[in-house]
Structure formats: C-alpha cells, structure tokens
C-alpha cells in the first residue's frame, strides 16, 4: 500500500477552480485559510478513493476515477486535477467542513 496521508483535488469548473475557506477553528492546520478540496487518509484507502471521498464530502460532487487526469506526490499528500463543464457549479453543495 502506497505511503500517504491524504489527498487534494486540483477541479476545475469550466474556467475557475473550486477552493474552499477553511474553518476557523484553532486545532485544525490553516484556519481560515483557502484550501483544496480533499483531506485525509482514512484507513487503508487508495489516495483516488480518499480524495473521490474528501470532493463528495466538502462540495457533494460524485467524480470517478476516470475524472482524475493528472496525479502527483509530494511528500505525503497526493494532488489530482479534474476538470468539468462550467454547468457543474450548480451542482456543488457544501458539506459540514469548511465556510463555503
């Protein structure tokens, strides 16, 4: 199994990339601060099913595998780009992390 500690999604809609506002809360890294998309790792997951899992949870879009068009490590976090039509922004939904 791949060493990593959780995933970012690069995504592209249409021609803006979708960033979230981190929570302001002082036990998290960065609050406050724009973020990717994604997370950590849970379990023994892929770093393709972590971050499919982390872009559902924060903004409830359902991408496969075959979104994912470009894939990098650096150190311990493993960043995937994905891009879709700019109609996909009505489809975003927030989840519970994050200030939108």
Sequence with gaps: M???????????????IVVLRRD?????????RLDLPGGGREGLETPETCVLRETYEEIG???????????????????FAAHLPADAEADIVFGLEGQG
């Design 61 to 79: 879009l359902s991408l496969t595998v075959g979104d994912l068009v470009w894939r990098q490590q650096f150190k311990r976090g493993v960043f």
């Design 24 to 32: 302001q809360k002082p036990d998290i890294p960065w609050p406050g």
């Design 2 to 16: 791949q060493d990593f500690g959780g995933a970012k999604l690069i995504l592209f809609i249409g021609k803006q």
